[in-house]
């Protein structure tokens, strides 16, 4: 198994219990008639991207439910047999975030969607490692989850917080000498699918800026 | 380190690889007319015939390892592809329930569809990705990478979308949906038909006598509209430049272009734009006539019919075509018999993610 050292040059995680507030959608997305068809996925990505400097390059989302605020709304509409919103159906794809991120951002470059349930960020990590490695270039390594829904008790007995994403900007570092493996513990409560991700930004924070990561 | 496609199997519409590539070269759509999605609206769907979608991606993924010389799949990473995941049962519970108590999250997502599968071969690792209609496209996109850099030896690349109601019923109201077997660069074309089906393909760092080389791989955003693609091509071109590079082949050396070709207006208009762009003359043709649009599968499904037009040498004729649409891209009515060196297999999805791969025989 082949293992990348990789830089951290930048890095953010946000989450809530409910909802998070002010994520400066405003500023970020100045143009109204888009900033009214974002997901709460694409907002807290865009935010975070925001919060880590990265507008154009590769980049790597990972997310194991996704859209599925925008899934809840078809199936309801099915149900009730009413019609579905073609906002909502083209949003309800699993790559909708970061097609969001390409679209405001004019990005051109390639976009890949990681969804391996609770190992989602791991992979978006591995994903983004691969995509550093063969690019030469730094990539964004992204993972949201906005669960959010009516009912959602119903299901939930994995998180303590129905929003939460993590975002870093990697680039592929040839000195491998400091580079550790990911140590962290992540952050209780958050869900496994973007604990990973917590994990590289605290890591981060705690002033390491080299990690293995492994294809 | 290059890599090469060593066993391949489908399950679609029409059948496996064999009855597939049949219905190919005889014209012969697998789509049907189905009224059971949407009330009193006729719709050409893509539908298979199957008790459990789980056992027929087993039983898919199962063919290709026996016709592999693999005994297992325990040094094999598995990527998979899909655009829904584990949507139908969950579909089938909310419908019947009308609530979430009986779901379970860990069968909801696309994940489920790789966790079977890992029960099932126990493969050295997995993971699982949907970028929409290009998901098991970019699945065979980071195999290839994957296998670039040495990370791994072999590596199952699957395909697998099933029929649900959120992506008929989307796409209907997206008005996008034809009530016929569709037909792509067709003038009179009606849309796309949404399908269900399964594709795996065994990458591996070795060849085999019957080996076919997967030699390029390439991706863009449009970075224009989520649903429309960009009206200059620019994406478009852009992913099968890249494949084209990655392979390090030029224009002259594609024989075959196995077109996304959904045979929507906006999809044909652009790709064809593209093609005529990019090409001299190369054939072209779009084999979603016969299987309908498989969505998170089509990349996969698509490779493995590119494999066998390159094996066979026989480009496959444009199913449903009476007149073509835009006259300067060279789609063709009949089979034609010819040394395929290489195809490129192109892959366009919702959020503007374009794929191409291309396939040729081995250097």
């Known amino acids: ?215 | 380190m290059n890599s090469y496609i060593n066993s391949y199997e489908v399950a679609c519409s029409a059948g496996d690889i064999k009855a597939l590539m049949n219905s190919i070269y005889e014209k012969k759509t697998a789509v049907s007319i189905n009224t059971s999605f949407i009330e009193d609206t006729p719709l050409g769907l893509g539908q298979m015939k199957y008790d459990d979608f789980y056992d027929l991606l087993a039983e898919v993924v199962q063919k290709v390892l026996d016709n592999s010389k693999l005994e297992n799949f325990h040094n094999t990473l598995l990527i998979l592809g899909s655009s829904v995941g584990g949507m139908q049962e969950s579909e089938k519970i909310f419908f019947r329930d009308k609530n979430y108590k009986n779901l379970d999250p860990r069968r909801h997502s696309i994940h489920v569809l790789s966790d079977h599968l890992v029960d099932k071969f126990s493969f050295l690792d997995s993971r699982s990705l949907s970028t929409a209609c290009t998901s098991s496209a970019n699945a065979l996109l980071l195999a290839k990478r994957l296998i670039d850099v040495e990370a791994y030896e072999n590596i199952l690349v699957v395909g697998a979308d099933a029929l649900c109601y959120t992506t008929v019923c989307g796409f209907h109201y997206l008005s996008v949906l034809s009530d016929k077997p569709c037909t792509p660069f067709d003038k009179e074309r009606g849309g796309m038909n949404v399908a269900e089906a399964i594709a795996a393909l065994l990458i591996q760092n070795t060849k085999d006598k019957d080996s076919v080389e997967l030699k390029g791989v390439g991706a863009s955003s449009d970075a224009y509209h989520m649903t429309n693609p960009d009206p200059e091509a620019k994406g478009a071109i852009a992913s099968m430049k890249a494949a084209l590079d990655d392979a390090s082949l030029n224009i002259d050396e594609i024989d075959y272009v196995n077109a996304h070709g959904t045979a929507t207006v906006a999809n044909d208009k652009v790709e064809s734009l593209a093609i005529e762009t990019l090409f001299n003359d190369v054939y072209v043709s779009s084999t979603k006539a016969v299987t309908g649009h498989t969505l998170g599968a089509a990349g996969a499904i698509e490779a493995v019919i590119s494999c066998e037009v390159i094996k066979k040498g026989l480009i496959p004729p444009q199913t449903g075509l009476i007149e073509l649409d835009n006259k300067s891209i060279n789609v063709p009515l009949n089979s034609v018999a010819m040394d395929v060196r290489n195809v490129i297999s192109n892959s366009f999805a919702f959020g503007g993610n374009n794929t191409s791969i291309v396939i040729g025989v081995c250097s």
């Open chain 1, 1 to 215: 198994m082949r293992k990348v050292a990789l830089k951290i040059i930048s890095s953010h995680k946000i989450y809530a219990p409910i909802k998070i507030e002010d994520l400066q959608e405003k500023r970020i997305v100045p143009n109204m008639m888009i900033r009214r068809r974002l997901t709460r996925n694409a907002k807290i990505m865009l935010y975070l991207s925001d919060k880590c400097g990265f507008k154009d390059g590769k980049v790597v989302y990972g997310s194991c439910y996704s859209e599925i605020q925008e899934s809840v709304k078809i199936t309801n509409a099915i149900l009730e047999k009413s019609s579905i919103s073609p906002t909502s159906f083209q949003n309800s794809v699993y790559n909708s975030a970061p097609s969001y991120f390409s679209l405001i951002n004019k990005d051109k470059d390639e976009i890949i969607t990681i969804s391996s349930g609770l190992y989602s960020a791991r992979d978006a990590l591995k994903t983004a490692a691969l995509q550093a490695l063969v690019s030469g270039q730094r990539v964004l390594c992204v993972a949201t989850e906005c669960l959010n829904i009516q009912n959602i008790q119903e299901v939930n007995t994995c998180t303590k917080f129905l929003e939460s994403g993590a975002a870093v900007v990697l680039e592929l570092d040839n000195d491998s000498t400091n580079a550790i493996d990911i140590d962290d513990e992540g952050d209780e409560g958050v869900i496994n699918s973007v604990q990973d991700l917590v994990k590289v930004v605290n890591m981060h924070q705690r002033g390491i800026s080299t990690i293995f990561i492994e294809l």
